[in-house]
């Protein structure tokens, strides 16, 4: 019933914005942050993830990056990221704004993706900006124009979000008259601001409920995996190509 209710949803709506995160991209094998087998249950990302790590815990915070980066090369987009891909080729999806950092709605063919929180697949010098090689960053370089430090183009704690992605979004959001939120606990600012900015329906896919979840007024709400849901979603929007 209610994937057949998201796909009417999507079918009647003329722009349809998608907000994804750590939960999208679980079935691909990368770890989310704060379920129970979450990243964070044992990191604190202040040590880690913020500007203070970059800058007072260099060693760190660059061995936690060049675990994250180094464990994507044996992740590829599950049939979830595929079927956003082919919603998006059919029109069915407008832009997809991720808090994800893997690129895997890119890979899986997705083009109209704001990444919101960057992404680690990219490296520049946090002094000079310059733009630099992955293998740089995992073999320890340091900066080839000024000696500074490299680090993934990731927005740390403490950063402010990339301006285009953002203003990008926040436009999208307030065209849409559909927006799916997936895979994410909406616990972090401002990205947990944007379902609500929103005038069309709201509707929820996620594992469990959690606990600022229950603070949206979705309008649906469809509890289970991203990858089963969608394929759900995509068989009664027929025409199922096979993932
Ligand atoms: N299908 C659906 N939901 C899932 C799946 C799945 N296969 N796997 C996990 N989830 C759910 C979890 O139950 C959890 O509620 O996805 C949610 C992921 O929430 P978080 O781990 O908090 O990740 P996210 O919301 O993306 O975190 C936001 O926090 O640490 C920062 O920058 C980081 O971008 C990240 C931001």
Request: proline content about 3%.
């Amino acid at each position: 019933m209610t994937a057949e209710t998201l796909a009417h949803l999507m079918e009647e709506s003329n722009r349809t914005v998608l907000l994804t995160g750590a939960g999208m991209s679980t079935e691909s094998g990368i770890p989310d942050f704060r379920s129970s087998t979450g990243l964070w249950q044992n990191i604190d990302p202040r040590i880690v993830a913020s500007t203070e790590s970059l800058q007072k815990n260099y060693e760190h915070f660059r061995e936690f990056y060049q675990m994250r980066i180094t464990a994507l090369d044996n992740c590829k987009p599950h049939k979830g990221h595929l079927i956003l891909a082919d919603f998006e080729k059919r029109g069915l999806v407008s832009l997809i704004a991720t808090q994800n950092v893997d690129q895997l709605h890119q890979q899986a063919g997705s083009k109209n993706v704001a990444e919101l929180h960057g992404n680690i697949v990219s490296i520049r010098c946090q002094k000079c900006g310059k733009p630099h090689g992955k293998e740089q960053f995992l073999n320890n370089s340091i900066c080839t124009y000024c000696s500074g430090k490299l680090r993934p183009n990731v927005v740390l704690f403490g950063e402010t979000l990339p301006t285009e992605a953002w203003d990008r979004t926040l436009h999208e959001i307030h065209e849409a008259d559909l927006v799916i939120v997936i895979g994410t606990s909406l616990e972090v600012y401002p990205v947990n601001q944007l379902p609500s900015m929103s005038r069309g329906k709201l509707v929820y896919i996620n594992r469990e409920q959690t606990s600022t979840s229950a603070h949206y007024s979705f309008d649906l709400v469809l509890e289970g995996t991203a990858g089963e849901i969608l394929t759900d979603v995509h068989r009664k929007l027929g025409d199922l190509k096979k993932f």
